[in-house]
Structure formats: C-alpha cells, structure tokens
C-alpha cells in the first residue's frame, strides 16, 4: 500500500524555535510538495521538489525552506517560527508525467501551533 | 494566471440523494487536468477523480462522475446515492501542463443527513 508518511500529526512549539517537518514517502515519486491549509484558503503550495536537490518556491515560501537530500524525504524549516506560521501542513507526492498519474498522494498532515 | 473558485463553502444533502459540488477554474493553457479530492475529519486527502483536458467523456469513478463543460470552464463534482460517510471536505484542482503546480479551491464543506 502506497504511503506518505509525516514526522508528527500535533506540534507546539514557540515563537523564534526552529521547527522541522519531516515526509517520507516510499513511491519512489520524483515531486514532492508542502501545503499548509488554512480555513477558507484551502490549500496553498510553499514549496516543491522534482528531483534530488532541486527546489522550487510555490505561492507562499517566505518564512519556510526546504530540503531534499533523498528521493523519499523532503523536509520544511521554519527558520524561526511566528504565530502566523499556525497552521495544517500537509505533505504529497506524485509521479511525473500527464493523466490521473498526476495524482498527488497525501499524508496525514501535521498540525501546527506556534505560542 | 491559474484559479480555482468554489463557490459553495457548505452543502446539505440527504442520504440517498444526489449532490454537485461546484467548480469553475481559469487557465490559458490548453493543456491541463482537473482533480477532485476528498478530505474527511481524519484530515487525510483522498484523490477520487480525474478529467484530461483533451478527455471526450466525463470521467466516472463509482458513485463519483465529473460534469465537465470546457466551454464554461467548469468541473463539478457529483456523487450519487450520497452516504453518511461522504460527509467530508472536498476540493477541486487544477495543474497544467506546463509545470509542476496544482492548485486547490478553498474547499466546499459537505454534510449528509440521514
């Protein structure tokens, strides 16, 4: 069974902390994606990855980066977490190429509190 | 640019009856693929259903077929015979072609009643 998995579904942390998020995924997908999700906004893109080290900013990257030094793991920094940054983060991958392949699979999201 | 608008943020539906989800999408690429996902308390994003650009028919996945009308740049979401376990958020999206982005609507939150 197809999985995406993510380091931890609860974190408080507090402002100025360095936080980390960790995905996994065992597809061997060559994109991998972070969203946070926000009531009303549904989900908006921080950043993405196609391939081993490469990055690229998606609509929301201040504040967050991002690191990719495997296939199967792509982590988002919050450099030095705010209150703003509370939120659901959500973790996905997905195959390359045209059609349904194009399906991003999900992981259970972590959610976030900044005090 | 890209967009996805869904205009419902809320739908009651009774169990056994049909529902549409609305969503409409703006894209100047000719190229692109519409996605519905579902997304139930659990919080975990379940891919249901895909339709091509190019696709001639709807596409059908059991209770679920999306109504899409190219000329109107809309993809709604129908399911059929809804069940209390439908009860959930749904999202509609889009990527094109040319790059690696999707992007998602704000989500229409559905409930079932029995």
């Known amino acids: 069974d197809v999985k995406v998995t993510q380091s931890s579904r609860y974190l408080v942390k507090r402002t100025g902390e360095k936080v980390f998020l960790e995905c996994v995924q065992d597809?061997?997908?060559?994109?991998m994606f972070w969203y946070r999700q926000d009531p009303g906004l549904g989900l908006r893109l921080i950043y993405f990855?196609?391939?081993?080290?490469?990055?690229e900013k998606g609509d929301i990257p201040e504040g967050y980066s991002v690191s990719r030094e495997k296939k199967e793991r792509f982590s988002l920094i919050l450099e030095s977490a705010s209150t703003n940054q509370t939120s659901m983060y959500l973790c996905?991958?997905?195959?390359?190429?045209?059609?349904?392949?194009?399906?991003?699979?999900f992981g259970p999201g972590t959610r976030l509190t900044v005090l | 640019a890209q967009k996805i608008t869904q205009t419902q943020p809320g739908m009651f539906v009774q169990e056994k009856e049909a529902v549409t989800l609305d969503c409409t999408y703006d894209?100047?690429?000719?190229?692109?693929?519409l996605f519905w996902y579902k997304q139930p308390s659990s919080g975990e994003m379940i891919f249901l259903i895909y339709q091509g650009s190019y696709d001639q028919q709807n596409a059908t996945e059991g209770r679920y077929s999306l109504n899409f009308q190219k000329a109107r740049k809309s993809a709604n979401l129908v399911i059929s015979a809804s069940q209390l376990g439908d009860s959930a958020m749904y999202f509609c999206?889009?990527?094109?072609?040319?790059?690696?982005?999707?992007?998602f609507g704000a989500g229409t939150r559905l409930f079932v009643k029995a």
């Open positions: 996905a991958s997905s195959m390359t190429g045209t059609g349904s392949y194009n399906e991003q699979f």
């Open positions: 894209t100047s690429d000719p190229s692109y693929g």
């Open positions: 597809m061997d997908h060559e994109n």
């Open positions: 990855s196609y391939d081993v080290k490469m990055k």
């Open positions: 999206a889009m990527r094109e072609r040319r790059g690696f982005k999707t992007i």
